[in-house]
């Protein structure tokens, strides 16, 4: 069977290079390549929309028509035509995946700000971004990807790269209906429309997403199998496969009614599976939910003044709550006199007869304020100011079998009775305010005809770190009609998370209140060009160059016998990225793209785990007013281990999409059959070694797609 759909794919690929006259109202075929690059518009780089050609960023922009015609489903699905982005496995496996842009990620990807509309959607206890790998996409009508520091328009956290999901407006969302079937048995059902009443018009979509994960993924060993190898317990659950399942609802709706505008988010997973488990210990039976809400109104000012102005209010609701066996039922560990894990100088002991077990849970709220104001001080002259201030109050609560007040270091047999710290000093977290405020300006100024210059800043204070000013120029060169340079250059934070700074009675880390916030300086030249060959193919490069320090890393400490988190981490990078954009054919589009990047510690060390190569061709062929086929494929190349990972270097993988559409099957409906991993590729993403077979990622899947537009 995987034969005869190998030879298939290959046929169709030769087949595809043949022109068929087509007829289709997409906007991906109906225009000339100079004339969709001309319409595209950005928000995310400079706060308001924009034309990417004016940009003062490095930027990819994916539209909703680009991402269904490729089978995507999710962001992380979007990233994999995005050049220098990479989605690999994080250390911490309940996070199921980490977004690694040009070499920066964080363990929970707390690099990258994800926004949706502008405002940011990020975990309250960690800073990453929620569960952003599986956020479905029947909201968004594009996505913006932003590479390099943010933080002179969005503050902390946009260090490596912003994210700017851009919903539908209740005027252009088309009514419509769908869902898809298929292997490890997946289920999507999603819809979204608009209608008016009065004077209001309201957007609406939904999106409800489930997946047992593929069974194949098996791992021969983990961290409890090298603890039984010593104690001569047989508590692993090894040979096992890792289980990434999950079960995600996502509700956005939209209410535009005179000068008010109202938004509503909703992102519930029920049950995540938590992959290679906490400790890198599997986990078949862990348990992990969350929700996230977030209200948001906004009123325009503008007819009161010049320009435009704009006041906004949103109101955020997080929760999130686990069941973790840290370590498996069976399992022998010693422990010291604290109840914690102690290889140094134990207590005891103790055998846990179901597991090792925490339920940590958190939450919170967090509100936002911001104004506003866009005013144009001449002929293509624009000045952009924002003040905003937010308090976060941030509450943990935790159930466990181990740790102070729960053993005192002489038990010897511990079972799964749980004593609740909530409230104590035991508890994993206490609960927090953080505030903050900030200004934001930028002057974005057409020197002369051929040359824009942008100079912007910002200054954020905080509660509990302090203060940091980030500023960004921007040169834009139009050399040419068909040639344009750009040069960027700027800075970033990356604020602590409340994690880092406050995690205590941990077995993973403890926080550290003395934090400074992570750094990074950034020269992007590229002479960031791009070049119109002519109306139908367009290339473009860029170079850059980044220096980060103080980056936060939990560091052993003998004297609690535990990790510590510290600013002991620095980062330098550099690297290039190619990208090449040609329509040979009326019914033909090819995006194909190559990004390098290098990376080192303090120490000259290859920064580990991060692809030193990332390649991905796709095509799309509209055979004709019926039937559309499309081919990704993203090769990821060139990892390194840590200089004290032993083990063999990490093969290469070339990982294969592809997507047919019967397009009006009857009455509206289109139908398609979708393929992720069409070579069934034994893909692997590194682990930290105690998972000694790293990552499977899944096998061939198999999804039927079906939707009938009204």
């Known amino acids: 069977m995987k034969k005869y759909i190998n030879s298939l794919v290959v046929v169709l690929s030769a087949v595809s290079i043949s022109d068929v006259d087509a007829s289709n109202n997409d906007p991906l075929f109906s225009m000339t390549l100079e004339e969709l690059s001309k319409v595209t518009v950005v928000t995310a780089a400079s706060g308001f929309e924009q034309s990417v050609s004016r940009a003062p960023a490095t930027v990819t922009v994916v539209t909703d028509s680009q991402w269904q015609v490729m089978g995507a489903r999710s962001l992380s ?36 700000k994800l926004l949706i509309d502008g405002e940011v959607v990020e975990n309250f206890q ?42 539908y407006s209740p005027q252009e969302i088309k009514t419509t209906i769908g869902g898809r079937t298929g292997s490890f048995n997946t289920y999507d059902v999603y819809a979204k429309g608009g209608f008016s009443i009065g004077d209001a018009n309201v957007a609406l979509s939904f999106e409800y997403s489930t997946s047992d994960d593929d069974d194949d993924r098996i791992v021969s060993t983990d961290l409890q199998s090298t603890f039984d190898g010593v104690f001569g317990t047989q508590a692993s659950n090894a040979p096992e496969a890792i289980d990434e399942s999950y079960e995600v609802f996502f509700a956005h709706s939209k209410i535009d009614w005179q000068q008010w505008q109202f938004s509503y988010m909703r992102l519930q997973n029920y049950e995540l599976g938590v992959a290679g488990g906490i400790a890198q210990a599997l986990d078949p039976n862990a348990i992990a939910n969350s929700r996230d809400e977030q209200f948001g109104v906004s009123y325009d000012f503008s007819e009161w003044v010049a320009g435009e102005l704009t006041a906004a209010f949103y109101y955020k609701k997080q929760w999130n709550s686990s069941r973790l066996n840290v370590l498996p039922a069976g399992t022998l560990v010693p422990i010291g006199a604290d109840g914690n894990l102690d290889f140094i100088s134990p207590t005891t002991f103790t055998l846990f007869t179901d597991g090792y077990i925490g339920t940590p849970s958190s939450g ?16 293509d002259h624009y000045f952009r100011w924002e003040v905003g201030y937010e ?155 980044y220096h980060a320090k103080d980056l936060v890393e939990f560091v052993f400490d003998e004297s609690i016998q535990g990790s510590v988190a510290q600013n002991i981490g620095e980062q330098k990078g550099k690297g290039l990225e190619f990208v090449m954009k040609w329509k040979p054919l009326r019914s033909i589009t090819i995006d194909a793209n190559y990004a390098y990047v290098d990376a080192e510690d303090a120490n000259g060390l290859v920064i580990p785990d991060t692809p030193k190569h990332l390649a991905y061709f796709g095509s799309n062929w509209q055979i004709n007013e019926q039937w559309n086929w499309s081919l990704g494929a993203k090769w990821v190349g060139k990892r390194e281990r840590p200089f004290t990972d032993m083990r063999s270097s990490l093969p290469n993988y070339t990982w294969v999409t592809s997507k047919i559409v019967r397009n009006n099957l009857f009455n509206n409906t289109d139908v398609a059959l979708i393929i992720n991993n069409v070579f069934d590729t034994d ?28």
Not at 126 to 138: I, K, Q, R, S, W
Not at 685 to 710: C, K, M, T, W
């Open 77 to 112: 699905d979007v990233f994999m035509m995005v050049p220098g982005f990479h989605v690999g496995e994080p250390k911490i496996q309940y996070k199921h995946k980490k977004f690694i842009a040009r070499g920066l990620s964080g363990e929970s990807s707390s690099r990258i």
């Open 126 to 167: 960690d800073g990453g971004l929620l569960n952003g790998f599986h956020l479905p996409l029947t909201s968004f009508k594009r996505i913006e990807v932003v590479k390099g520091p943010g933080s002179a328009i969005y503050g902390a956290d946009a260090f490596g790269g912003v994210v700017n999901l851009v919903s």
């Open 683 to 710: 893909a692997r993403e590194p682990s930290n070694g105690a998972i000694v077979d790293d990552y499977p990622q899944p096998g061939r899947q198999i999804l039927l797609e079906a939707s009938y537009e009204f």
């Open 391 to 545: 308090k976060l109050r941030f509450n943990a609560s935790e159930r466990k079998n181990f740790g102070p007040s729960v053993l005192n270091g002489t038990e010897t047999v511990v079972d799964g009775t749980l004593t609740d710290v909530t409230g104590t000093p035991y508890v994993y977290l206490p609960n927090i305010v953080r505030e903050f405020y900030y200004l934001s300006i930028q002057d974005e100024w057409q020197v002369t005809e051929g040359v824009q210059l942008v100079l912007g800043a910002r200054y954020d204070n905080y509660s509990d770190f302090g203060a940091s000013t980030n500023p960004r120029l921007g040169l834009i060169w139009q050399a040419t009609d068909d040639l344009s340079i750009k040069m960027f250059a700027g800075t970033a934070i990356n604020s602590p998370s409340i994690a880092q700074l406050y995690s205590q009675n941990n077995p993973v880390g403890v926080g550290n209140e003395s934090l400074e916030p992570e750094t990074v300086n950034t020269l992007e030249t590229g002479l960031g060009l791009e070049y119109f060959v002519n109306e139908n193919l367009i290339l473009s490069a860029s170079a850059y160059h």
């Open 364 to 379: 919170g709220n967090n509100t936002a304020y911001r104004l506003t104001h866009l005013v144009n001080l001449g002929s």
